[in-house]
């Protein structure tokens, strides 16, 4: 990765670090009001835990409530297992607008079980393959950067206390728009979504 590309995640990460401070900031300084149709939270802010413990890397999502069912949102994911030891994920960066919808009955306040559909813009690694040579024997080529479209769904649950503190677990899959060449990430066109999150609902 070159230095000009490890500037930039560095700046993205600190801008992403401050909205999420001031944000929650914003957001534990708000007076409770009564859980009512017209006093329902209108967005919520999350930080996700597992990325941080696993790569480490770190995972904001915005969400926005449409209604007491339904909801939109952003998720920015930055990657700082750079030599991507883990073999966990193989992205650098994800930005991923999502559409969320929830089914957990008697529920007036966006949580229970949801699914999510999302779009994504990634960038990341892959490792380019001799072709001459046989599986067991199979040399690295080099290792190519891409960027390009990803797309997939979730399914997860979110459990709300009474100041609005939120605890959410999802599990769901994504898949790389790519062709499958030479040139591209074919031996991993599909990845994991895996989050642990805690948020504020303001």
Known sequence: ?????????????????????????????????????????????????????????????????????????????????????EGYRYQSFELSPYYRLYFSQGRRNNGGFFIQPFFSLVNGEFYRYHDDLPYYDAQYDQEVDFIGLAGGALIGHKWINRKKYTFEIHTGVGRYFVGKTSDSYASNTAYPRINFTIGKQF
């Open 1 to 85: 990765m070159s230095a000009n590309l490890s500037l930039s995640v560095q700046k993205i990460t600190l801008t992403l670090f401050a909205c999420f401070f001031v944000l929650f900031h914003h957001a534990t300084a708000q007076t409770p009001q009564p859980q009512d149709s017209l006093s329902l939270p209108k967005q919520e802010l999350r930080l996700d835990i597992f990325q941080l413990i696993v790569l480490p890397g770190i995972d904001i999502s915005y969400e926005r409530f449409i209604d007491e069912v339904s909801s939109w949102g952003v998720s920015g994911f930055i990657n700082f297992d750079s030599g991507f030891d």
